[in-house]
């Protein structure tokens, strides 16, 4: 079943990381923690864990990668009351980036950055509740500002059922960001609830690889369309990983990874590591013979 999964960064506290959040976040859990050698990085940790409800995949690989506020991650509390505690949690130890207050946009809201410099946007509204709990949010600044309804609509046409909601944008007298971008928009991509927005400001930051977005196929066709599609920086492919043209980073991921890498069987899954670490776009087939022993 295809899917996307965020995928976060860490140099050395993914597993920490993850046990944080799922000590804040209902609907919390870690799932699994595997370690795996013969990396570039030597020695990495997986982690997988539902936050909010979402599955999330964590990497602990080395300080390559730092978190900036162009991905952070919104959470729909049921209150008030729960968006301050959510806030205040989540932002021990980090920084405010807008204080937990009432703004015109929601009676209460804050931005924080937690103690591993991960971004979270904590909102309550009044009204029904969001579908999920927690929806990445991508701010387009910098040489990318005023294309987020265009990244928006591209992703929309690469996933089956995706959509692209209602746009709020910017007026005439909200310099320096131009008339007409996009101040607020909502979309879907397989179930999964994405905002966006541009800034003009000098922010000083963009997207980067520590926070990507995992697409996991069934086929090796679905595989080459989304990698053909996505990818638009040669130089950035490795290991199943890519940028697009608006900077962001997806890795496109065969569904039988999980199990080649969940085996028990050390040797196998050495062997699927040495195969993937030598491929750009992941080959299934070769990958399913590594794991068995042979060369495809």
Request: proline share 5%; hydrophobic share 45%.
């Amino acid at each position: 079943m295809r899917r996307i999964v965020p995928h976060l960064w860490y140099d050395k506290e993914a597993g920490e990381a993850a046990e944080f959040y799922a000590s804040i976040l209902p609907d919390s859990a870690v799932l699994s923690r595997t370690k795996l050698g013969g990396t570039p990085s030597g020695e990495v940790e997986l982690v997988s864990a539902r936050l909010a409800g979402q599955e999330f995949q964590l990497i602990s690989a080395g300080p390559y990668f730092s978190f900036t506020p162009a991905v952070s991650f919104v959470v729909a509390a049921e209150s008030a009351a729960e968006a301050e505690r959510l806030a205040a949690a989540l932002g021990a130890g980090g920084a405010e980036l807008m204080p937990f207050g009432a703004y015109p946009f929601a009676p209460a809201f804050a931005w924080v950055r937690d103690r591993y410099g991960l971004s979270w946007q904590v909102i309550f509204r009044p009204g029904p509740a969001p579908r999920r709990r927690i929806a990445p949010a991508l701010l387009f600044t910098g040489a990318v500002c005023g294309r987020a309804e265009e990244a928006a609509r591209f992703y929309a046409s690469l996933f089956d059922g995706a959509g692209v909601g209602d746009i709020l944008r910017y007026g005439p007298d909200e310099a320096p960001d131009r008339e007409g971008t996009v101040k607020q928009l909502a979309f879907s991509l397989e179930g999964m609830d994405f905002t966006a927005m541009d800034s003009a400001y000098d922010h000083g930051f963009s997207f980067n690889e520590a926070v990507s977005f995992i697409v996991y196929v069934e086929t090796q066709a679905e595989l080459d369309r989304f990698w053909a599609a996505l990818s638009a920086v040669p130089e950035a492919e490795q290991c199943g990983w890519l940028k697009d043209r608006f900077g962001l980073s997806w890795q496109v991921v065969p569904t039988a990874m999980d199990e080649l890498m969940g085996s028990g069987d050390e040797a196998s899954r050495a062997r699927v590591t040495a195969a993937f670490l030598s491929m750009k776009k992941f080959d299934i087939a070769a990958l399913k013979a590594a794991a068995e022993g042979g060369e495809r």
